[in-house]
């Protein structure tokens, strides 16, 4: 775990920090901290008016803080000097239970109390617009059935290799990238984790492939359903149990119909 975040700050050539949480809505939020700054912050945390995005509050409440976990940090690829912190919402020294990454944790820590560690993996689907977001930026992308489109995927390879090269550097592994069922929408994968790890990793790539296709000219949304007519965006996600050093799978027992566990059978 980094916990001297300005030594490693100082290490790495970082100037700022991106303090972040997601709300209820998966919309990011976030406050820009001077490297300077950061350690007062990793102990505090980033002070945020909760209500003022998407979280169940109102302006009677208190001011909501933003704890940033240091072993989440990342360097942003397209920019050096700057790193993105995940945050735990707090507020009057208690967790904000609503906040999405709270309840994440909330829910590792009951599965370690009977001895389960969770990992995850994501299939996030997005769409490649122009920047006013009212069309597929790619005009020749419009093929009766886009899925695995060779030349279309080809054509914003610019900005798919880019967001596949970081992740790579990231040391993500990434596997694979495909142009999927409706015109201007890709799939990017890249190798299961922890649960909190990936759902980390899955809010930076949103960040991420928005920055990289902005600085193409282009704009990525998630949305859903953002066109009537073309298949929407979904994020296919991969659960598996296991024991807690990671050894044993929890779902798989081999003397059971399919090879499923009563206690897989029970999840499904």
Same mark, same amino acid.
């Given at each position: 775990?980094?916990?001297?975040?300005?030594?490693?700050?100082?290490?790495?050539?970082?100037?700022?920090? /991106?303090?972040?949480?997601?709300?209820?809505?998966?919309?990011?939020?976030?406050?820009? @901290?001077?490297?300077?700054?950061?350690?007062?912050?990793?102990?505090?945390?980033?002070?945020?008016?909760?209500?003022?995005?998407?979280?169940?509050?109102?302006?009677? *409440?208190?001011?909501?803080?933003?704890?940033?976990?240091?072993?989440?940090?990342?360097?942003?690829?397209? &920019?050096?000097?700057?790193?993105?912190?995940?945050?735990?919402?707090? /507020?009057?020294?208690?967790?904000?239970?609503?906040?999405?990454?709270?309840?994440?944790?909330?829910?590792?820590?009951?599965?370690?109390?009977?001895?389960?560690?969770?990992?995850?993996?994501? =299939?996030?689907?997005?769409?490649?617009?122009?920047?006013?977001?009212?069309?597929?930026?790619?005009? !020749?992308?419009?093929? =009766? &059935?886009?899925? !695995?489109?060779?030349?279309?995927?080809?054509?914003? !390879?610019?900005?798919?290799?880019?967001?596949?090269?970081? /992740?790579? =550097?990231?040391?993500?592994?990434? !596997?694979? #990238?495909? *142009?999927?069922?409706?015109?201007?929408?890709?799939?990017? #994968?890249?190798?299961?984790?922890?649960?909190?790890?990936?759902?980390?990793? *899955?809010?930076?790539?949103?960040?991420?492939?928005?920055? @990289?296709?902005?600085?193409?000219?282009?704009?990525?949304?998630?949305?859903?359903?953002?066109?009537?007519?073309?298949?929407?965006?979904?994020? *296919?996600?991969?659960?598996?149990?296991?024991?807690?050093?990671?050894?044993?799978?929890?779902?798989?027992?081999?003397?059971? =119909?399919?090879?499923?566990?009563?206690?897989?059978?029970?999840?499904?």
């Amino acid at each position: 775990m980094t916990k001297d975040l300005a030594a490693w700050a100082a290490e790495k050539g970082v100037k700022y920090f /991106m303090v972040s949480y997601t709300d209820l809505f998966g919309g990011q939020r976030a406050k820009l @901290v001077p490297a300077q700054a950061i350690n007062d912050m990793a102990v505090d945390g980033a002070g945020f008016a909760g209500f003022a995005t998407w979280l169940d509050l109102t302006p009677a *409440h208190p001011d909501m803080m933003a704890v940033p976990d240091p072993s989440s940090v990342i360097q942003l690829p397209w &920019k050096k000097e700057v790193a993105w912190l995940a945050s735990n919402c707090v /507020m009057e020294g208690a967790p904000v239970a609503q906040a999405p990454r709270n309840v994440l944790r909330k829910l590792i820590d009951e599965a370690a109390t009977e001895g389960l560690r969770v990992k995850t993996g994501v =299939e996030p689907e997005f769409f490649l617009l122009t920047p006013a977001g009212d069309k597929v930026a790619d005009p !020749y992308d419009n093929a =009766e &059935k886009p899925c !695995y489109d060779q030349q279309a995927v080809m054509r914003q !390879y610019d900005v798919i290799s880019e967001v596949c090269d970081y /992740m790579l =550097e990231l040391g993500w592994e990434a !596997y694979q #990238n495909d *142009h999927e069922d409706a015109t201007g929408q890709f799939e990017m #994968n890249w190798k299961y984790d922890d649960a909190l790890q990936t759902a980390d990793k *899955h809010s930076f790539f949103k960040f991420m492939m928005r920055s @990289v296709a902005e600085k193409h000219g282009l704009r990525a949304t998630f949305m859903p359903k953002p066109f009537k007519g073309l298949t929407g965006s979904g994020c *296919h996600a991969h659960i598996s149990v296991w024991s807690l050093d990671g050894t044993e799978n929890a779902f798989a027992d081999s003397s059971k =119909e399919l090879g499923l566990s009563d206690r897989g059978r029970t999840f499904l």
